[in-house]
C-alpha cells in the first residue's frame, strides 16, 4: 500500500515536471518567432526609408 502512494506521488510529479517543459519549449519558440517578425519589420521599414532617400535623391 505504501509503494502506491509512492509510485502516485512520483508519477503525479513526472506528469508536472513533463507538462512545464512543454509549455515553456512552446513560449520560447512563440518569443523567438515573434522577434523574428520584429527583426523583420525593422529591416524592411529600414529598407523603405532608403528606398525612399534613393528615390528623392534622382
Known amino acids: 500500500m ?3 502512494t509512492l509510485v502516485a506521488t512520483l508519477l503525479g510529479a513526472v506528469i508536472a515536471m513533463g507538462s512545464t517543459l512543454l509549455v515553456e519549449a512552446r513560449k520560447d519558440r ?3 518567432a515573434g522577434e ?3 527583426s ?3 529591416l524592411y521599414g529600414a529598407y523603405l526609408g532608403t528606398l525612399s532617400q534613393v528615390r ?3
Open 36 to 38: 523574428w517578425r520584429r
Open 56 to 58: 528623392g535623391e534622382l
Open 2 to 4: 505504501e509503494w502506491m
Open 30 to 32: 512563440r518569443e523567438a
Open 40 to 42: 523583420r519589420r525593422e
